[in-house]
């Protein structure tokens, strides 16, 4: 599930880069404000509290996602020239699930 996730994203950049070209070709270069599908990107999320239900496979699905989130932007960092130790992906258990626990 956790690959799904990253991958839709991957998949949604593509489809924002898509949806520029048709809309350019259709009404000019300037006729928008669609953001650059470089933009849409896991890496943004290098200061970020990810947020999950508290049964063990949404846990495991969150930790795993956090691995990636932070590998990705760790990566970006260091090619921006940023320290990448100041990347923080924090999880958090769903306050509205916890009284179930």
């Known amino acids: 599930m ?3 996730i990253i991958d839709t ?3 949604k ?3 924002l880069r898509e949806w520029r070209t048709v809309h350019e070709a259709k009404f000019g270069v300037n006729s928008h404000n669609i953001p650059e ?3 849409l990107h896991i890496a943004k ?3 970020a509290v990810i947020n999950s ?3 063990n496979a949404a846990r495991k699905c969150t930790a795993l996602i956090i691995e990636e989130v932070e590998a990705a932007a760790k990566e970006r960092a260091d090619q921006d ?3 990448p130790s100041e990347v923080m992906v924090l999880q958090q258990d769903c306050h ?3 009284r179930n626990v």
Do not use: P, V
């Open 53 to 55: 239900d508290t049964c």
């Open 81 to 83: 020239g940023r320290d």
């Open 45 to 47: 999320l290098d200061k």
């Open 2 to 4: 956790c690959k799904s």
């Open 13 to 15: 950049r593509e489809l």
């Open 96 to 98: 509205h699930h916890l």
């Open 37 to 39: 599908e470089y933009k």
């Open 9 to 11: 994203i991957a998949e």
